[in-house]
């Protein structure tokens, strides 16, 4: 039986969203704590001892704390899922570790700053500059995720892993904000089949239309 997790962190958060889903994605049972936003105790020192950066999610098992939610999905899939989820053969794994690294330094950015940018900042307040900018570099982001997606089911190969969540969790807000953006195919077949993962429905396809203009949460 898979042992207890305790997670921090508020169920609206891009990236606590990452690790609710997989969690759910590996059959954990875990608490929920919000944290963070409107629920604040980000700056309690029992919190700032898990995570020195004051930050969300932080997850707790009995090894300790793990804080950085692309470093909490591999520390799960690596220790829950070995040969599955994460995969062991090296090649394999440097795949997988790329897409998720890429994920983090390229595309996220690049949506946070649309996200941001246009669904969270009031209309009056919008950089449409800025916006642009930042959506011509996701269409290049996502041009480039639907190439690798014409030859592989998921991005690590044949086979849903820990490679597709840093990235599979933008599409739902991507396509879901209300902005004109390019519909590449093997991108959408690829959300087509997330959104065939309980995981996937119950954590990602969320309503968010409570973040409309509001920069403060």
Same mark, same amino acid.
């Given at each position: 039986m898979l042992s207890k997790i305790t997670i921090w962190g508020r169920k609206s958060s891009f990236n606590v969203q990452k690790v609710l889903? @997989?969690?759910?994605?590996?059959?954990i049972e875990y608490e929920h704590r919000n944290?963070?936003?409107?629920?604040?105790?980000?700056?309690?020192?029992?919190? *700032?001892?898990?995570n020195p950066h004051s930050l969300v999610p932080v997850i707790l098992d009995e090894q300790g704390a793990v804080w950085e939610s692309n470093s909490i999905v591999r520390y799960l899939c690596a220790k829950h899922s070995p040969g599955n989820l994460w995969l062991e053969?090296?090649?394999? *794994?440097?795949?997988?570790?790329?897409?998720?690294?890429?994920?983090? @330094? @390229?595309?996220?950015?690049?949506?946070?700053?649309?996200?941001?940018g #246009? #669904? *969270?900042?009031?209309?009056?307040?919008?950089?449409?500059?800025?916006i642009e900018?930042?959506?011509d570099n996701c269409h290049r982001n996502f041009r480039a995720l639907d190439a690798h997606l014409a030859n592989n089911e998921y991005l690590a190969g044949?086979?849903?892993t820990a490679a597709d969540i840093p990235a599979g969790t933008t599409l739902h807000r991507y396509f879901g904000m209300g902005l004109q953006v390019e519909q590449p195919p093997n991108v959408l077949a690829w959300?087509?089949?997330?959104?065939?993962?309980?995981?996937?429905?119950?954590?990602?396809?969320?309503?968010?239309?409570?973040? #409309?203009?509001?920069?403060?949460f």
């Amino acid at each position: 039986m898979l042992s207890k997790i305790t997670i921090w962190g508020r169920k609206s958060s891009f990236n606590v969203q990452k690790v609710l889903w @997989t969690l759910d994605e590996l059959g954990i049972e875990y608490e929920h704590r919000n944290a963070g936003g409107s629920f604040g105790g980000l700056d309690d020192p029992q919190f *700032r001892a898990m995570n020195p950066h004051s930050l969300v999610p932080v997850i707790l098992d009995e090894q300790g704390a793990v804080w950085e939610s692309n470093s909490i999905v591999r520390y799960l899939c690596a220790k829950h899922s070995p040969g599955n989820l994460w995969l062991e053969e090296p090649y394999a *794994r440097s795949l997988a570790d790329r897409w998720i690294d890429w994920a983090a @330094t @390229t595309l996220q950015p690049n949506f946070m700053q649309i996200f941001w940018g #246009y #669904y *969270r900042t009031p209309e009056a307040d919008r950089n449409f500059r800025d916006i642009e900018r930042a959506l011509d570099n996701c269409h290049r982001n996502f041009r480039a995720l639907d190439a690798h997606l014409a030859n592989n089911e998921y991005l690590a190969g044949t086979h849903f892993t820990a490679a597709d969540i840093p990235a599979g969790t933008t599409l739902h807000r991507y396509f879901g904000m209300g902005l004109q953006v390019e519909q590449p195919p093997n991108v959408l077949a690829w959300f087509g089949r997330l959104q065939d993962r309980p995981a996937y429905r119950r954590n990602i396809l969320q309503p968010f239309h409570d973040l #409309y203009g509001r920069l403060a949460f």
